[in-house]
Nanobody, 125 residues
Framework: QVQLIESGGGLVQAGGSLRLSCAAS????????MGWFRQAPGKEREFVAA????????YCADSVKGRFTISRDDPKNTVYLQMNSLKPEDTAVYFC??????????????????WGQGTQVTVSS
């Protein structure tokens, strides 16, 4: 079982930045692929970014590519999402997710086993 707790959300003006953090409870955190998803009101949860267990690569959705960066600090059992040049359409609840390590990136909600409670990000125009 892996417990995930997100933090760092808030209200920011368009063009601003936020850094989200996700702390994991499991000591074997380094054996998990990690992802960030978001869900806006009335919309389905969508993939934002992923980082594999070995930190050998990352993958981002086209909508955030060049603006968002995912990273992880395994000794701290934490994954981060640095969000720059924020836009009003980035407004959503952001969720951290984990899955046992794999050989491919997953953008599918159903392929992640563990989820945090979410943190609200609101970008004003």
């Amino acid at each position: 079982q892996v417990q995930l707790i997100e933090s760092g959300g808030g209200l920011v003006q368009a063009g601003g930045s936020l850094r989200l953090s996700c702390a994991a409870s499991r000591r074997t955190f380094s054996n998990y692929d990690m992802g960030w998803f978001r869900q806006a009101p009335g919309k389905e949860r969508e993939f934002v970014a992923a980082i594999n267990w070995s930190r050998s690569g990352t993958y981002c959705a086209d909508s955030v590519k060049g603006r968002f960066t995912i990273s992880r600090d395994d000794p701290k059992n934490t994954v981060y999402l640095q969000m720059n040049s924020l836009k009003p359409e980035d407004t959503a609840v952001y969720f951290c997710a984990a899955r046992p390590r794999s050989s491919y990136y997953s953008v599918l909600v159903d392929e992640y086993d563990y989820w945090g409670q979410g943190t609200q990000v609101t970008v004003s125009s």
